[in-house]
C-alpha cells in the first residue's frame, strides 16, 4: 500500500528529530493558534481547512487521536471543534524544526496498530485505537520497545492541550476570569483576605 512506513523507518525519523524538536513553548503554541485562528476567519463558512503540512491521511489521523484526548463533553466541544487539528498544522509550518518528529510519530502510531490489529490507527475499531494508546499514554511505562512512542505521545498530548486551552473554546472551559478591564481596583475582597490570614498593612 502507498505511504506505508515500516518501524525502522519511523523510528528513524523520531530519532533523527533531537529533543528539544518535542517540546513547545507557550508563546510558540499561540502564535500558531493565533494563525490557525485568522485561517479559518478569512475563510469562507463552507470552504474545508487546507492542511499545509499533514498529508490527508495524517490530518485524518491527528484529528481522531486529539479528539481521544480532549473527546467533547457537557462542557465543551472536543480538540477538533476548538481547531487543534488547524494549530497543529500551523505549528508544523512556523516551526519546521518539528516536523521530523511529528511526522515519524504519526507513522509509529501507524506501524504499532498494524502490529496490534494488524491496521493502521484510522481503520481500527474505537476499542482498538483505545488500546493500542493504553500502551503509550504513561511515561511510567519502562517497556524500551515502546519508549519512542511514548515519549511522542506524550509530545503530542502536551501540543493538544495546548492548543485546546489556547483557543476560545478552551478558554471558556476553563472559566478564565482574566483580562477584564477594571475602572477602579479596591484592592483584594475582605473575604479573599481572611482566608489567606492577611490584612493591608
Known amino acids: 500500500m502507498k505511504n506505508r512506513i515500516s518501524r525502522r523507518q519511523a523510528l528513524a525519523l523520531l530519532t ?26 478569512a475563510a469562507p463558512a463552507s470552504a474545508a481547512y487546507k492542511r499545509r503540512f499533514f498529508t490527508a491521511h495524517e490530518y485524518a489521523t491527528v484529528g481522531v487521536l486529539v479528539d481521544l484526548i480532549i473527546p467533547r463533553d457537557e462542557r465543551s466541544g472536543s480538540a477538533t471543534d476548538a481547531g487543534v487539528p488547524e494549530f497543529m498544522d500551523f505549528m ?19 506501524r504499532l496498530s498494524e502490529e496490534r490489529a494488524g491496521k493502521r490507527f484510522l481503520a481500527c475499531t474505537d476499542a482498538e485505537r483505545r488500546a493500542i494508546l493504553d500502551e503509550i499514554a504513561y511515561t511510567s511505562n519502562n517497556d524500551p520497545s515502546l519508549s519512542h512512542a511514548i515519549a511522542f505521545f506524550s509530545s503530542f498530548r502536551d501540543l493538544t492541550a ?23 481596583w479596591t484592592g483584594c475582597p475582605d473575604a479573599a483576605l481572611k482566608k489567606l490570614g492577611v490584612t493591608y498593612g
Open 162 to 184: 495546548t492548543g485546546f486551552f489556547t483557543s476560545k473554546m478552551g478558554v471558556a472551559d476553563l472559566s478564565y476570569q482574566g483580562n477584564v478591564f477594571l475602572d477602579e
Open 16 to 41: 533523527a528529530a533531537p529533543a528539544a524538536a518535542m517540546t513547545w513553548t507557550p508563546a510558540e503554541a499561540e502564535q500558531a493558534h493565533e494563525h490557525a485562528a485568522k485561517a479559518r476567519a
Open 92 to 110: 508544523m509550518i512556523d516551526q519546521p524544526r518539528r516536523q521530523v518528529a511529528m511526522r515519524g510519530g504519526l507513522a509509529l502510531v501507524d
